[in-house]
């Protein structure tokens, strides 16, 4: 029984090698000979590569151009093999020298490009990789590809308006467009670092012309206002970041309640954490946001039932269990104090938010919008729970 489930096996993987050869070699662009003239080492790197396998892939395909100098293929998976490796000069160079031949056809040329230009940008040679590209950009059918490569270099040159321009070709549909509003804000911040405060603005504002629930946007808008004294202006866009974006206004709830309380509009405070608590119910910042309100005010039985929804909430907040149990204690209710911190400490735990690269998958405890391991525009996306 044992036996036949192998050979059943190895037939199933016989059929799925043959199979993935014929169609490889029906869609590959590089145009490859007659199957019968590749040799076994080429078959196996194929087959290595399928595998993910690559040291046994690139040895076969070394000793598969020591074969057949003419696979122009073998050349240039060995030119990839060895930019992934790290041997970034050497992979230059088989690009290069396939470059001298002069029996080679134009869409083969194209590829060898191709394969130089992610060379370059491996090398961080960005000026030479976009010559290249800015060239393949000019054939329909290598554009697509092109565009994508030169945007990878704008964003780790920090060109991020010559990076916005790309990105519309390539974000058109509706669904992806508000990944713009990265590149207006990041051009934005540039703006803002040199106290050009008027122009980091028209990029914010901008940014949210292609995604109004955008919370950064918002967040410095107001900080280049405060920037300038202008608290009304300011405080207006912490509000407008409550209503278009609710869930991630708790990050500047201490700037809000600070600058309506120096405009003498702190009571309006309340209300905008009144709104909140509709419209984020699961949301245990806005609870605790609520109960400092209401502890200013002397109105501590309703800071007491907030910071008590809070921990309903999310039973391992400490920071709120703490406060609650000194309200307890300052009313005299000593053992609902003791009761509350020994709740809390059963809840805690190492558990905390967690983001993640698009591209490189670098980990970080908040949304970043530029990578700061492989310099790509994110944002990062929220990493599900195991």
């Known amino acids: 029984m044992i036996g036949s489930f192998v050979v059943a096996y190895w037939w199933i993987m016989a059929f799925a090698l043959l199979a993935f050869i014929v169609v490889f070699f029906a869609l590959d662009r590089r145009k490859p000979r007659d199957l019968s003239k590749y040799s076994v080492n080429y078959i196996e790197g194929l087959k290595a590569m399928i595998e993910n396998d690559d040291q046994n892939a690139f040895v076969r395909f070394k000793q598969t151009v020591a074969e057949d100098s003419e696979n122009i293929d073998a050349y240039l998976r060995l030119g990839d093999l060895l930019r992934k490796r ?170 809000l309640e600070q600058t309506l309380f120096e405009l003498g509009r702190f009571s309006d405070a309340e209300q905008i954490y009144l709104n909140l608590m509709r419209e984020c119910p699961k949301d245990s910042r806005v609870f605790y946001s609520f109960a400092t309100i209401a502890e200013k005010k002397n109105d501590l039985t309703a800071a007491i039932d907030s910071l008590g929804q809070a921990l309903t909430i999310n039973p391992a907040d400490a920071v709120a269990a703490t406060r609650l149990a000194q309200l307890y204690i300052e009313s005299g209710q000593e053992q609902k104090a003791i009761k509350t911190l020994q709740d809390v400490r059963a809840h805690l735990s190492a558990d905390h938010d967690e983001y993640s690269c698009l591209y490189c998958a670098k980990r970080s405890s908040k949304k970043e919008l530029l990578c700061p391991g492989c310099g790509r525009v994110g944002p990062f996306q929220e990493v599900a729970a195991p």
Do not use: C
Request: aromatic share 12%.
């Open 86 to 255: 790290g041997q970034i000069q050497k992979a230059v160079q088989v690009h290069r020298q396939l470059l001298l031949r002069k029996t080679i056809d134009k869409e083969t040329i194209a590829q060898i490009w191709k394969g130089l230009a992610a060379d370059f940008i491996a090398a961080r040679r960005f000026n030479l990789a976009q010559e290249i590209l800015e060239n393949l950009s000019k054939e329909p059918t290598h554009k697509k590809w092109a565009r994508e490569k030169l945007l990878e270099i704008f964003e780790k040159t920090g060109r991020f308006d010559a990076a916005f321009e790309v990105a519309k070709e390539i974000y058109r549909s509706k669904e992806t467009q508000p990944k713009l509003a990265a590149y207006r804000q990041l051009e934005g911040n540039q703006h803002f670092g040199r106290k050009d405060y008027h122009k980091a603005r028209l990029a914010y504002k901008d940014a949210l012309h292609y995604d109004e629930s955008f919370a950064p946007a918002y967040i410095m808008i107001a900080e280049s206002y405060l920037a300038e004294n202008k608290k009304e202006e300011a405080a207006e866009f912490y509000i407008k970041l409550a209503e278009k974006a609710p869930s991630e206004a708790w990050q500047v709830f201490r700037k």
